[in-house]
C-alpha cells in the first residue's frame, strides 16, 4: 500500500507562487510514477505533470508548462508541485497520486492518491 498526504495549498493573487508537497509513505517507490491531477467545480480531472521517480523526468500538460515544476526528494519521500505565475483559471483542488511501472496521463489509471488540497487564485 501507498499513502499519499498533500499539503501547501492556499489563497493566492493572480500572479503569485505556490508549492505543493505530496509525502508519500509505505510501498515505495523507485519504479512508481507520480502524477499531480486538479479538478475545479463542475469539470472532470485534469491532468497536471507526471515525475519518474527513479529517474526524475517530468511531462507537463501544456496548460502548465513553463510555469509549473514537479521534482522529488528521495530522502524525504516527498513529490513537490512548484507553481508559478498562477492564473485564475489554476483554481482547483490539486491531488498527487501514484502508479507503478507505467507513465499515464489517464487518472483512471492511478492506483493511489492523496485526499487533495485547495488551491484559489485571485484575480
Known amino acids: 500500500q501507498v499513502q499519499l498526504v498533500e499539503s501547501g495549498g492556499g489563497l493566492v493573487q493572480a500572479g503569485g507562487s505556490l508549492r505543493l508537497s505530496c509525502a508519500a509513505s509505505?510501498?515505495?517507490?523507485?519504479?512508481?510514477?507520480m502524477g499531480w491531477f486538479r479538478q475545479a467545480p463542475g469539470k472532470e480531472r485534469e491532468f497536471v505533470g507526471v515525475i519518474n521517480w527513479n529517474d526524475g523526468n517530468t511531462y507537463y500538460s501544456d496548460s502548465v508548462k513553463g510555469r509549473f515544476t514537479i521534482s522529488r526528494d528521495g530522502a524525504k519521500n516527498t513529490v513537490y508541485l512548484q507553481m508559478n505565475s498562477l492564473k485564475p483559471e489554476d483554481t482547483a483542488v490539486y491531488s498527487c497520486?501514484?502508479?507503478?511501472?507505467?507513465?499515464?496521463?489517464?487518472?483512471?489509471?492511478?492506483?493511489?492518491w492523496g485526499q487533495g488540497t485547495q488551491v484559489t487564485v485571485s484575480s
Open positions: 497520486a501514484a502508479r507503478f511501472l507505467i507513465y499515464s496521463t489517464d487518472p483512471a489509471s492511478y492506483n493511489y
Open positions: 509505505g510501498r515505495i517507490f523507485s519504479r512508481y510514477f
